[in-house]
RNA sequence: GCCCUGGUGGUGUAGGGGCUAUCAUGCGGGCCUGUCGAGCCCGCGACUCGGGUUCAAUUCCCGGCCAGGGCGCCA
């Protein structure tokens, strides 16, 4: 037996196919099942987007492979030489009939979890034993559709003209409000991790960007504890001048239907192992207004006050009347932070929306302030001090433009696609109120 | 942060004041040439921690730790 790469992949289990008949192929990867029938043993090894039998008949193959082949443990690394056979009785009518092993890595035993999922295993014992988690069809589905998710999302904003930027995670203020910051040693100084890039993509309005986006973590310090929501995600952000929040709502419904349509596409496979049937919505999406859904929810017997921000149970409630993806609109300015614009002929109402998929808010966006003194004046009546902003609001003191923009919770959008309910499964190492290791 | 529930072999579970602690899967060994949740035989492996009540606690009580669920928080 050989046990060093000195061999390359030649196929992976799904480019091996009924019409290779005969030809000679090297598979890579780990050993799924092994069933031993004493004459007769097959392995299945599974590489990244399968499945491939390996039969080897005693009497057909080396002495030395057979024996070998037997001693394999479960989930060892392994390469295969082998030669491709047609066969009605194999799983997808074709098999490897193995020419030469290789023994890459061994698995120690017993396995922290069954990556077969004879025995399903608790969340907490997953993600303490994510590699192996990970494995798993089911699970590893959720996250290739999230890198088709991804890459469609920036082939959409890159054909609408945008530019991909990058903002600091380390930032030195505290005082945007709101959310609780994870604060860090910074040389002699104290600062935060970032919990949005909102203030940054702004500056890069007046610096002449006028559509730009970014892809990046943000850091909530909250000690929420709830199946939709981490300490540590990935936000999608855009924002873009000389538009308001209708052209960004149009965009951001047309980028969802598009990434939607992207994923079925190329990730059909993943989508199957996860028993998730994907409808592509239609645009536009329905826009609803914040006094709508209010006088909704209540008629749907929730109590919600006009004013007053979305309980969980009123989500719930709207989750159960309105379908797919939809927009909340015109919402209470009071309820919404300082950067977003009044509606002038109506200023308790602001331009502000959110993107809803049933009971789960995955986006929320707005027609910015871009006039320095209305937002020095919104500074100060939500409490904060504009001297704590002196560097934001400088970019709006030396030409800065009307705009608009919102940002998308990838993980949350995800959730849409795959159907999951828990954000955990959503990304690979999850930070949460208790995690954080691995 | 609040409320509820739980913690039993590697994994997932049943049970319960004293009895060899149940089952499945797994792991180790054996048999078996078409398995595909393979099958059959033999074996291995566990009561979250601390304190209390009791002749006796894995079981009841209190506390800690950890986890699951719900809510709150989430510019």
Redesign the pocket.
């Known amino acids: 037996m050989i046990n060093s790469l000195d061999w390359r992949r030649t196929h992976y289990s799904r480019d091996v196919n009924p019409e290779m008949n005969g030809q000679e192929i090297t598979v890579m990867g780990w050993t799924h099942?092994i069933?031993?029938?004493?004459?007769?043993i097959?392995v299945l090894l599974r590489d990244r987007d399968g499945t491939i039998?390996i039969?080897a008949?005693?009497?057909?193959i080396e002495k030395e492979i057979f024996e070998d082949l037997r001693k394999i443990?479960?989930e060892s690394v392994i390469a295969i030489k082998g030669t491709v056979?047609e066969?009605p009785?194999?799983?997808g009518g074709v098999?490897l009939i193995p020419l030469s092993l290789n023994l890459l890595n061994e698995s120690k035993?017993?396995?922290?979890?069954?990556p077969?999922e004879?025995?399903?295993?608790?969340?907490?014992?997953r993600?303490d034993s994510r590699f192996l988690d990970i494995r798993k069809p089911a699970v590893s589905a959720i996250f290739k559709i999230k890198s088709r998710m991804l890459h469609s999302i920036r082939v959409f904003l890159e054909q609408n003209e945008f530019l991909e930027i990058n903002t600091p995670k380390l930032v030195a203020s505290a005082t945007?409000?709101?959310?609780?910051l994870f604060p860090i040693t910074y040389f002699e100084r104290e600062a935060f991790l970032g919990?949005?890039p909102?203030l940054y993509k702004q500056i890069m309005m007046s610096a002449g960007f006028d559509r730009v986006y970014e892809i990046a973590p943000?850091f909530?310090a909250?000690?929420?504890?709830?199946?939709r929501?981490l300490n540590e995600v990935i936000s999608i952000d855009i924002e873009a001048s000389f538009m308001n929040h209708e052209d960004v709502m149009n965009i951001l419904e047309k980028l969802v239907v598009q990434s939607i349509t992207d994923v079925k596409t190329h990730c059909q496979d993943d989508l199957d192992v996860l028993g998730r049937e994907m409808e592509i919505p239609s645009l536009p999406f329905e826009r609803l207004s914040y006094d709508d859904m209010v006088d909704m929810v209540n008629s749907h017997g929730v109590a919600l006050e006009h004013g007053e921000?979305?309980?969980?149970?009123s989500e719930?409630a709207l989750g159960e009347i309105m379908e797919g993806y939809y927009f909340i609109t015109d919402w209470p300015t009071a309820i919404?932070?300082?950067y977003v614009m009044p509606d002038e002929k109506n200023p308790e109402k602001s331009f502000a929306f959110d993107l809803m998929y049933k009971d789960l808010e995955i986006s929320?966006g707005a027609m910015r302030v871009h006039k320095h003194d209305l937002l020095v004046e919104r500074i100060k009546n939500?409490g904060l001090n504009p001297a704590s902003f002196e560097k934001y609001l400088a970019a709006f003191e030396y030409g800065m433009p009307p705009h608009a923009g919102w940002?998308l919770g990838a993980e949350r959008f995800n959730m849409t696609l795959t159907g999951v309910n828990?954000i955990?499964e959503t990304v690979l190492f999850p930070r949460d109120r208790?995690?954080l290791t691995p």
């Open positions: 099942e069933r031993d029938l004493g004459g007769i097959f039998q039969t008949p005693s009497k057909k443990k479960k056979q066969s009785k194999a799983p098999e035993q017993p396995l922290p979890l069954d077969t004879k025995v399903r295993a608790e969340i907490d014992t993600l945007e409000g709101g959310t609780e919990q949005s909102q943000i909530r909250e000690e929420h504890d709830t199946l929501h921000d979305m309980s969980r149970a719930k919404k932070p300082f929320s939500q940002g828990n955990r208790r995690r």
